[in-house]
């Protein structure tokens, strides 16, 4: 709407998400390229806690080691999220943990379903390396970390 | 009609996200003109919900279920408004980085709904 970046944040402060958009100023997590990061975790948020919802509750007995997986990566995903949005030395380093674990449970499970795919007659989000997201599910948690650490130093 | 409009959102969709990675790309904030795009996509989404609703209440049936088609109506609906409101709060590249990226997830949706919805007829 407008180009001057005080009459930005000023409609910032004036939304909903004031509260939210100045504990980020204060740390910068999800500033700048962590906002990027901000949006992909909070769209992988949804697609992985939708999807392991609707399958657990509708077709429990099909898979339930993949849908259980996708209920974890959902958890895991919405945890960074929320560590991004809310900032803070904390939350940096819960984020840090999470991001490694997301990047351990990808190569898991991405290994796991190409040595033995009988265990997963569903996709899970970390199927093949996620390969069904476009691989963004394996680059994700990389560059998660690379911003962590340089958020520390910034 | 669904499915024509399904097609025309993905294309503008994909559009909106060249434009706004463009602007990134140029370490340039969304501006104004930049809104308006993500309006007229926006608007195309909920007409495609709307659409979709209707259709649904007509007693069509989606290939793959009723759930899914509606979850990802919705989701396509939200894609580009939340992406707005983050731009909106982060006056710099990445801003128009966030909008690209959100578009090219809509897109994405797009071509699920098309598998979805059943990809032919409609």
């Given at each position: 709407m407008t180009e001057d970046p005080a009459a930005g944040k000023a409609a910032g402060k004036a939304g909903k998400t004031a509260g939210k958009a100045e504990s980020a100023a204060r740390?910068?997590?999800?500033?700048?390229p962590g906002r990027l990061l901000v949006m992909l975790y909070g769209v992988f948020t949804v697609a992985a806690a939708s999807r392991s919802i609707y399958q657990l509750i509708?077709?429990?007995?099909?898979a339930p080691l993949a849908y259980i997986l996708s209920a974890v990566s959902a958890a895991v995903y919405a945890f960074i999220t929320v560590s991004l949005v809310r900032g803070g030395e904390g939350a940096r380093k819960a984020a840090i943990v999470c991001c490694a674990l997301e990047l351990l449970g990808v190569l898991t499970v991405g290994t796991w379903t190409l040595a033995?795919?009988?265990?997963?007659?569903d996709q899970t989000v970390w199927s093949d390396y996620g390969m069904g997201y476009l691989f963004i599910p394996i680059f994700l948690p990389v560059t998660g970390l690379l911003w962590l650490r340089k958020a520390r130093r910034g | 009609m669904i499915d024509a409009l399904t097609v025309a959102l993905g294309v503008t969709a994909l559009l909106l996200a060249a434009w706004c990675g463009f602007a990134a790309y140029r370490d340039q904030p969304t501006k104004d003109w930049h809104f308006i795009g993500m309006a007229v996509v926006a608007l195309l989404a909920v007409v495609q919900l709307v659409i979709g609703v209707v259709r649904l209440a007509g007693g069509d049936d989606p290939q793959q279920g009723v759930a899914i088609f509606v979850a990802y109506l919705i989701g396509s609906a939200l894609a580009v408004p939340i992406a707005a409101f983050m731009s909106l709060t982060e006056r710099t590249r990445w801003g128009s980085a966030t909008v690209s990226a959100a578009a090219v997830v809509l897109a994405v949706l797009e071509v699920r709904l098309y598998d979805i919805w059943g990809g032919v007829g409609g």
């Open positions: 740390t910068g997590l999800g500033q700048g509708a077709q429990y007995q099909e033995d795919p009988s265990a997963f007659p | -």
